[in-house]
């Protein structure tokens, strides 16, 4: 009897969980079990392995073959886990030596010709190795720059089996990889190309500078689309371990950009009307797949023309929104990933969209609340600013092609006023106003009742809900932090009531 054993890794949402692989080999029939809750991709594997050992100038023993996945209660799917299925027979079979890979960390997909092929969800793999005190990884060529970014362990590139096994017969050693510099991200589409439309340029700056969700309601042609895509863009970068976790989302979606594997600026994910809740919130049959919103995780959503969505695919997001995460459960196990992102909504006025406005709308008052309520009112309850953005005029298109304000300027004024505010919530584990809590800003920010007449009229007329005063509230502290002033008076607060209850422009 000969046993061998080698690591690979699972994953469960974005984490990814050391699997043990150990291969038994014993006299008998010739035939092969694999235990430990495999999916039909990693059943299939043995197949691949066996052509692959095959094309590659190895026998596949004829004995009784035994390999298990352990933890066994926990499901396995992909084909990551072909190349450490290949390499612990061969350590079975006495063609490497067992001890060379027992501490060894082995991903990847094998084609039948015994090339190493590229997987998703590497990062989040080479992650889990790392903390679990592995010091070596072996991974595809393709994957080595996104392996690269985790310190502490060396990635060993290979492109097929061949020298995957050559290397551990000591016959040709693999170098560690080197992670190659990274390319500067293209710049986005710029703010300056909006004219016009001073409204909606501020609210994108309010909600940029306080990480508040955003709906803009306007005519075809009003700038809704320009405004959302340039939000990102006012967006301060990404710190390390925002970064990680956005490029581990990436990775499992198979997103990442070639030749630059770390996303270190804001994400957009724009899905069409059309899009499933699990296209939107994440799922899908066998292994669950992030969707857009956790795509759109530390970035934007935009839903363009919300109210074509079907009404519950946008009511899931509600949940997700307040928490920032999601989980999603499955039969043979659940799921969680990070979702912490800012919605952007837009909608025309009615369903015929009229570019003219109300004088060409041909909709009736019914076709209207029925157009408009398809945006339920908990979901609303929980957009910190609305906007309605008016049809942008000959004059103001004309006044505005003199010095519109660039992305680079807002964005300046955006990390101003997100340095003030993460100085104000320090030690409290906040750094956002759109993220502190209705009763910790009563207790520990309280503004003064005097600039709350207003808001506290609307909240008597029900106009506002509770929920909808906290709101208000934080919006005005951003309003304030943008301004410099030391604490919201009562025009911020008029003016983050304003933008709640989707009061027009000029």
Known sequence: ??????????????????????????????????????????????????????????????????????????????????????????????????????????????????????????????????????????????????????????????????????????????????????????????????????????????AAAGGHHLFLSGPPGAGKTMLAERLPGLLPPLDEQAALEVTAIASIAGTLPPGAPLVTRPTFEAPHHSATMAALVGGGSGQIRPGALCRAHRGVLFLDEAPEFPRAVLDTLRQPLERGAVTIHRANGSATFPCRAQLVLAANPCPCASAAGDTACTCSALERRRYQSRLSGPLLDRIDLRVTLPAVTRAAWLDGLGTPESTAVVAARVRAARAVASERLAGSGLALNSQVPGRLLRERWPVPRAALALAERALERGSLSVRGFDRVVRVAWTLADLEGLVLPGADQVDEALGMRLQRAAA
Do not use: Y
């Open 1 to 206: 009897m000969a046993l061998a054993q080698t690591w690979s890794v699972g994953l469960a949402g974005v984490q990814g969980a050391m699997v043990e692989v150990e291969v038994d080999l014993a006299p008998g029939v010739p035939t092969v079990a694999l235990v430990g809750l495999p999916d039909a991709v990693v059943r299939q594997s043995v197949d691949r392995v066996r052509a692959a050992l095959l094309n590659s100038g190895h026998e596949f023993p004829l004995r009784r073959v035994t390999i298990g996945l352990s933890p066994a209660a926990m499901p396995k799917q992909g084909s990551g886990f072909d190349l450490a299925l290949a390499v612990a027979v061969l350590a079975g079979a006495r063609v490497v030596p067992a001890a060379a890979v027992r501490e060894l960390v082995l991903l990847g997909e094998l084609g039948l010709d015994g090339s190493l092929r590229a997987v998703r969800g590497v990062l989040p793999a080479v992650l889990a190795a790392a903390r679990a005190g592995h010091r070596e990884v072996v991974v595809p060529e393709e994957n080595a720059e996104e392996a690269g970014l985790v310190e502490g362990i060396a990635v060993l590139a290979a492109g097929s089996l061949r020298q995957v096994v050559a290397h551990l017969a000591g016959k040709a050693v693999l170098s560690p990889h080197v992670r190659a510099a990274a390319a500067p991200a293209p710049p986005g589409p710029d703010l300056a190309d909006v004219v016009g439309q001073a409204a909606g340029r501020r609210a994108v700056e309010v």
